[in-house]
């Protein structure tokens, strides 16, 4: 079945930088496009950055751009995102999940997260 398994998260000050990784399996890893989703305390959960199966097409969150940087290695089935300058308002646990095409629907199914803490 399908699993994503996050890690990387943890407690950091402000301006701090952060690499999450989720590596993931149960489908055909190289074929999907794969994103990073977040769900702040309170909040609904929000896209933070797609990447397309070959790497090709990315998005950002206009919050998120020029500070996050999604990538994907197609040989490990994981998906990382480099966060730098890190603000409070990032806290979230952060989530990955998977879409068979740019844009589509992604996975009912949602692993446990890895929790971001920005705080000095």
């Known amino acids: 079945q399908v699993q994503f398994a996050e890690s990387g998260g943890g407690l950091v000050q402000p301006g701090g930088s952060l690499r999450l990784s989720c590596a993931a399996s149960g489908f055909t890893f190289g074929r999907f496009a794969m994103s990073w989703h977040r769900q702040a305390p309170g909040k609904e959960r929000e896209l933070v950055a797609q990447?397309?199966?070959?790497?090709?097409?990315?998005y950002y969150a206009d919050s998120m751009k020029g500070r996050f940087t999604i990538s994907r290695d197609n040989d490990k089935n994981t998906v990382y995102l480099e966060m730098n300058r890190l603000k409070p308002e990032d806290t979230a646990v952060y989530y990955c999940?998977?879409?068979?095409?740019?844009?589509?629907?992604?996975?009912?199914?949602w692993g446990q997260g890895t929790q971001v803490t920005v705080s000095s």
């Open positions: 999940n998977a879409a068979p095409v740019w844009g589509g629907k992604v996975y009912d199914y």
């Open positions: 990447i397309s199966s070959s790497g090709v097409l990315i």
